[in-house]
């Protein structure tokens, strides 16, 4: 199964490592075929848009578990 998003799309991995939800405080798993964020504890996920994590609560989608 390949990525949807191309190289030039891509956040970079070491901002990924360093980001963590701000509703929470918690760790983000990060999704490769939807373009986004999810922290499990809160149940959102954060968009990423042209390689740049949207970290606004107000931007994220909420999730089901």
Known sequence: ?????PDAQKPDPKLL?????????????Y???KAELISKTAMLAYPIRSGIPIMLIDEARKIEG
């Open 1 to 5: 199964m390949s990525e949807t998003q």
């Open 17 to 29: 490592e360093a980001l963590v939800c701000p509703a929470t405080g918690g760790r983000l798993e």
């Open 31 to 33: 999704n490769a075929a």
